[in-house]
């Protein structure tokens, strides 16, 4: 896609990340970036990114988190 109008981060659950004290979603530009503080095995699991442009193309990856 070009210039993304919005980009997502959705937890293993498959909800939409809010940024809190302890998660944090930064935007920079063209990138994303997930951020969890002090994280516990409950964090652990497959995490989603998701960009999409002003024509509703979206293009997607995924990070693993593992807790050990």
């Known amino acids: 896609i070009g210039e993304p109008e ?3 981060w959705y937890n ?3 909800e939409k990340i809010i940024s809190t004290q302890r998660v944090v979603v930064q ?3 063209v990138r994303s970036r997930l951020t969890i503080y002090n994280a516990n095995i409950e964090d652990a ?3 989603r990114c998701q960009a999409a442009d ?3 193309q979206t293009q997607e990856a ?3 988190l593992e807790i050990y």
């Open 12 to 14: 293993p659950q498959g």
């Open 27 to 29: 935007k920079e530009g």
């Open 54 to 56: 002003a024509k509703g």
């Open 45 to 47: 699991g497959i995490y």
């Open 62 to 64: 995924t990070v693993v």
């Open 6 to 8: 919005s980009i997502d």
